[in-house]
């Protein structure tokens, strides 16, 4: 399978607990983010890198996250003090390109309920 | 923050007819796409439409775009049941590589 993947696909932790997310991107995209999406809601941006640099961050990202793309290969996204308000879906996605008109490619996410 | 607002919020037609969206944004863009989920799962692409475009056509799909009134549409002709899905809008500004989501518009087909 040549996708997005991301693991673990479901995490169940307890109010105050640091968790970690991973996402492997498409091998050959240059381009990683990170959304958050809540039910019924559409995903909101959290961050993004071209290859190893973190280019933008979002106002959603406190400093609770951190993520991170070592060698601009995969990413981590790290939660540290899990709160209840943290549980949602966390996707990931990555697109090829260096103008503003490629289409992101989502892996399947990676649901967190926090206790 | 979310750029886009899809219309109407939820929409439950039968197999065959045509299913159209609406999607309002509030700032200047250089494309707008459009995304499909299944529920649990991520996102597929489905079309992109350039800001200096005004139509595009793929298979069933057709998006229109008008800039003026910064809004998109969606249509899917003769709709089948696994088109049931959530549909987004999504667009990046002339000033962010963000691609910004709208809240989406959650279509049942029903046989």
């Known amino acids: 399978d040549t996708g997005v993947s991301q693991n673990p696909r479901h995490k169940i932790t307890k109010r105050g607990q640091n968790v970690t997310f991973r996402c492997d991107p498409i091998s050959e995209h240059n381009r990683l983010y990170w959304y958050r999406q809540t039910l019924g809601q559409g995903p909101e941006f959290l961050t993004y890198f071209q290859n190893e640099a973190q280019l933008e961050k979002s106002r959603l990202l406190s400093d609770r996250f951190s993520a991170e793309r070592p060698k601009g290969s995969f990413s981590t996204l790290e939660i540290q003090r899990t709160e209840q308000g943290d549980s949602a879906m966390y996707l990931c996605?990555?697109?090829f390109g260096q103008g503003g008109d490629e289409k992101l490619f989502f892996g399947s996410g990676t649901q967190l309920s926090v206790l | 923050s979310q750029q886009g607002e899809e219309d109407p919020q939820a929409l439950s037609i039968q197999e065959g007819e045509n299913a159209t969206m609406n999607c309002s944004y509030k700032t200047s863009i250089n494309n707008l796409q459009w995304y499909r989920q299944n529920s649990g799962r991520g996102l597929v692409h489905l079309i992109l439409?350039?800001?200096?475009?005004r139509e595009k056509h793929s298979g069933r799909l057709r998006v229109t775009l008008d800039t003026s009134k910064k809004s998109s549409s969606l249509l899917i002709t003769a709709s089948r049941a696994a088109d049931t899905a959530s549909y987004f809008c999504?667009?990046?500004?002339?000033?962010?590589?963000?691609?910004?989501f709208g809240k989406g518009t959650s279509l049942l087909v029903t046989p």
């Open positions: 999504a667009s990046n500004s002339n000033s962010g590589y963000a691609l910004n």
């Open positions: 439409i350039r800001s200096n475009e």
């Open positions: 996605a990555s697109s």
